[in-house]
């Protein structure tokens, strides 16, 4: 199985031996240093106004869906499916935290008509699933049988479906039909909100050249219109993974930094969240994450000073990505706006790896 790919709290490697390796390939995120190297903005990506104000009402009105524990550490010690994560909604704000499912339930996200997808072993072999907001009606979507893991399954308006499995991403329709492999080797899928085009990343060890990097491709689902739309052309920022296409499909959010360079362990490397347009184009970064360059500096981080970002979704409106940031000892849920001002916590703690993580819930407190 390949490692699966997020955040790893900081707090039980804080003090580790920089260039230790972590948990079987999973990046360790520390760091804080010298200067951001900064990116121009694409002209491919818009500049909108977004008021704070606008954050304080996600905070406190945003819904989350997400699994219960310390979901990456369990996830690389077991790897998925983790029979222990259970899936619960709760406001952003940490209020009305409600458990829809017992435990064998994870990767869950919210679907366009404001259900939830979500990957389960309920039925003796993890499988792709959906329910309603509360937990109510779940019916499991085909009965696969790829032999190996199901993540981070994600649902179109027009009724297609994207995930991850060992071998690559697939997809098929809601009623089950038309399961089909549709990148070999890919990862990290990202699917449109109209379920029209796709991201993924193509791993840089797959690459029949030297030193070749993670970076970020598009492709329709009848696998025409396959195009790269990331390139190793800043040495900061060779890499590119976890994409994550906003739900007015005009710009695409994605981790940039240096993860494929062997023997790299995250800590003296950029980890950072950029835009991109949805044709690609240059890198415009949103956060300023600094690498640590020494172990005194790794030993006196604070909790104001952002080591490293990644695994980037959205708000419903796009005007928001929503992120995991690590500090001084842990990991928590950020967002920030798409012109990379108003940063700011959004939950204390991590999210999980489901790709549409927030929605806007308008009910009463």
Not at 161 to 178: E, N, P, Y
Not at 276 to 291: A, F, M, N, S, V
Not at 326 to 339: F, I, L, P, Q
């Amino acid at each position: 199985m390949k490692p699966v790919r997020g955040f790893v709290s900081l707090g039980p490697f804080l003090f580790a031996a920089i260039g230790c390796a972590i948990l079987g390939g999973v990046r360790s995120y520390a760091g804080w240093g010298g200067e951001p190297h900064r990116m121009p903005r694409p002209d491919a990506t818009p500049t909108v106004a977004v008021s704070s104000d606008a954050g304080l009402y996600i905070r406190q009105r945003g819904l989350l869906v997400l699994n219960d524990g310390n979901t990456w550490q369990q996830l690389n010690i077991a790897g998925p499916p983790v029979p222990q994560l259970s899936i619960y909604t709760e406001r952003a704000d940490g209020t009305r935290k409600t458990r829809l499912t017992g435990p064998g339930n994870a990767f869950p996200s919210w679907t366009p008509d404001g259900k939830i997808i979500f990957v389960s072993d309920r039925s003796g072999s993890p499988q792709i699933w959906i329910m309603e907001a509360d937990g109510s009606n779940p019916r499991q979507i085909g009965n696969l049988n790829l032999n190996g893991h199901l993540l981070r399954p994600q649902l179109g308006k027009n009724g297609l479906i994207a995930f991850l499995a060992d071998d690559g991403v697939w997809i098929m329709q809601q009623d089950g039909s038309g399961l089909k492999q549709l990148v070999p080797h890919g990862s990290s899928p990202s699917l449109a909100l109209s379920g029209t085009w796709l991201t993924y990343t193509l791993p840089g060890g797959l690459k029949p050249i030297p030193d070749a990097h993670n970076e970020i491709f598009r492709i329709n689902p009848d696998g025409t219109g396959n195009k790269q739309l990331t390139f190793a052309d800043d040495a900061d920022y060779q890499d590119a993974n976890a994409s994550a296409i906003s739900p007015d499909e005009t710009m695409i959010a994605i981790y940039t930094g240096t993860e494929s360079k062997p023997g790299n362990s995250g800590l003296t490397e950029y980890h950072n969240i950029a835009l991109i347009g949805p044709d690609g184009g240059t890198k415009r970064l949103l956060t300023t994450c600094r690498p640590v360059m020494t172990m005194q500096a790794l030993q006196h981080l604070s909790h104001d000073q952002c080591v490293a970002s990644d695994d980037p979704s959205w708000s419903p409106d796009s005007k928001w990505v929503v992120y995991g940031r690590a500090s001084s000892g842990e990991t928590e849920t950020w967002m920030v706006d798409t012109n990379g001002q108003n940063a700011q916590e959004l939950y204390h703690g991590a999210l999980g790896y489901g790709i549409f993580r927030l929605k806007l819930d308008s009910g009463a407190e």
